[in-house]
């Protein structure tokens, strides 16, 4: 009778003791960080710093975005590059030079080259390719209890330079702290970092993105968010053709 007891008061304890919250799925941790500075809408004031060892340079530029597929972005500073604008719409991306009043598109073979000679892709800057579409994901072991290190591997069909991704992601608020990317023979290519943690418009993300590639000695870009703004109604014609081609 005694063991009876004993039995049913364990059984009740168990079924009043909460439950203890179970893990996000690897998934949902990379949707999370594809989405983290994107929403249904999204606005960004965004500084950007070029390290160079024989020259440096700071660009701001505003960015919208809607979705996962929609974003512009234009250059506001220095004046040389102010109105240099970048549209991208599902696959297709373009910028336009205010200079030579011309509009030139991206073909999808340089996506990875070089945004405004800094270490960050075009696709970089447009997030033309998804972490949660365009890669396998897998938890990979971790000595650090507080963190997720998560694996991404290439789709079959995904083009990129990419052999392998890592993201390292914080358990308790699931914020990225580092991202480094490897070729094909899984040698380290370049690391980018996040910190200075702050909310903007209700959401807390990294304010600061330090990237620094490994095959330039010397070379490294910091992108700085300013401020931001998520699910704030937009201009219908903002991710046109024509509003590119706009005088700014």
């Known amino acids: 009778m005694t063991n009876l007891i004993a039995s049913a008061l364990c059984l009740i304890l168990l079924a009043i003791s909460p439950a203890r919250a179970a893990d996000p799925g690897v998934d949902d941790i990379i949707d999370r960080v594809d989405r983290l500075y994107r929403s249904q809408t999204s606005y960004a004031e965004i500084e950007m710093e070029i390290v160079t060892p024989n020259w440096q340079r700071t660009i701001k530029m505003e960015m919208w975005t809607e979705g996962m597929k929609k974003t512009f972005a234009v250059i506001t500073a220095p004046k040389k590059d102010a109105g240099i604008a970048t549209l991208r719409d599902g696959t297709e991306m373009w910028n336009y030079f205010p ?46 209890a507080d963190v997720y290190v998560i694996g991404l591997t290439p789709r079959s069909n995904t083009a990129t330079v990419w052999g392998r991704i890592t993201i390292t992601v914080r358990k308790s608020d699931l914020i990225p702290l580092e991202e480094a990317f490897y070729d094909e023979r899984g040698q380290q290519m370049r690391v980018m970092t996040f910190s200075d943690i702050q909310t903007f418009d209700g959401r807390t993300l990294p304010a600061v ?28 014609d903002l991710f046109s053709l024509r509003n590119l081609r706009k005088r700014r």
């Open 99 to 144: 200079r030579i009043n011309k509009v030139m598109k991206i073909p999808p073979s340089m996506m990875m080259g070089s945004w405004m000679g800094s270490d960050f892709t075009n696709d970089d800057i447009v997030k033309e390719s998804s972490l949660s579409d365009d890669y396998y994901a897998e938890l990979m072991p971790t000595s650090n």
């Open 209 to 236: 993105m330090d990237l620094v590639p490994h095959s330039k000695e010397g070379h490294r870009t910091v992108i700085r968010y300013l401020n931001a703004q998520f699910d704030q109604t937009l201009d219908g």
